[in-house]
């Protein structure tokens, strides 16, 4: 039990353009969800945590208008990272905290 | 703050050595999780410890959690190539749930 899903393990995109990631949590309902980002060899930095319902808070140093999530049911979280940089380029990772302590598989997004 | 302080964040050992990572806070944390990451993957859970002086064993790997619940310690025993990768160590942060990650031990066991 508790599998979460998270789409698309990797992306490639142009500067410039908004790329959406996916968080589903398959067989458990998720009020909440943690997106962390990391660098090559280095450790999890948790941006930002989605709420159901309600907006989502931001840990200080994340650009808000940058990192767009939306929470918009039990199953289902979506970070957007708008207007790519290549400095955007690294891993995002979810995770729905105490829940389960199960993450997603991670998407590795490169920005050109 | 609370902050982890993982250590060592690099280590190259010989097949069938012994090594010890640690993971020390100046705060109490309720749980202490011990993750394994490969690379372009999620990091998977290794185990949880709750209890303060609390041991537990995964096979060769032994993990103990410090009796004042502010350390921990994951212990490989005869360790194998197969055992290469990034160990994170995590806490949860007061009542949000949301972890805490310590920096990470990169551990690299050559045959």
């Known amino acids: 039990g508790a599998v979460v899903s998270q789409h698309p393990s990797w992306v490639i995109c142009k500067s410039g353009t908004s790329v959406k990631i996916e968080c589903r949590s398959l067989?458990?309902?998720?009020?909440?969800m943690f997106w962390y980002r990391q660098f090559p060899k280095q450790s999890l930095m948790l941006m930002a945590t989605?709420?159901?319902?309600?907006?989502?808070?931001?840990e200080q140093g994340v650009e808000k208008d940058k990192f767009l999530i939306n929470h918009a049911s039990l199953t289902l979280s979506t970070l957007t990272v708008t207007s790519a940089h290549p400095e955007d380029s690294s891993f995002y990772i979810c995770?729905?905290?105490?829940?389960?302590?199960?993450f997603g598989s991670g998407t590795r997004l490169t920005v050109v | 703050t609370q902050l982890l302080e993982q250590s060592p964040q690099f280590l190259s050992i010989q097949e069938g050595e012994n090594l010890t990572v640690y993971c020390n806070s100046s705060?109490?944390?309720?749980?202490l999780q011990w993750y394994r990451q490969e690379p372009g993957e999620g990091p998977v859970l290794l185990v949880t410890?709750?209890?303060?002086?609390e041991v537990k064993k995964l096979k060769r790997l032994t993990f103990q959690f410090g009796d004042a619940r502010k350390d921990s310690s994951l212990h490989i025993t005869a360790a194998q190539p197969g055992d290469t990768g990034l160990y994170l160590c995590?806490?949860?942060?007061?009542?949000?749930?949301?972890?805490?990650f310590g920096q990470g031990t990169t551990l690299q066991v050559k045959p």
């Open positions: 995590a806490g949860v942060g007061g009542n949000t749930g949301k972890l805490i």
């Open positions: 067989d458990f309902q998720a009020t909440t």
């Open positions: 410890v709750v209890t303060g002086g």
């Open positions: 705060s109490v944390f309720s749980s």
């Open positions: 989605s709420n159901e319902g309600s907006k989502a808070t931001y």
């Open positions: 995770n729905p905290g105490t829940v389960s302590y199960t």
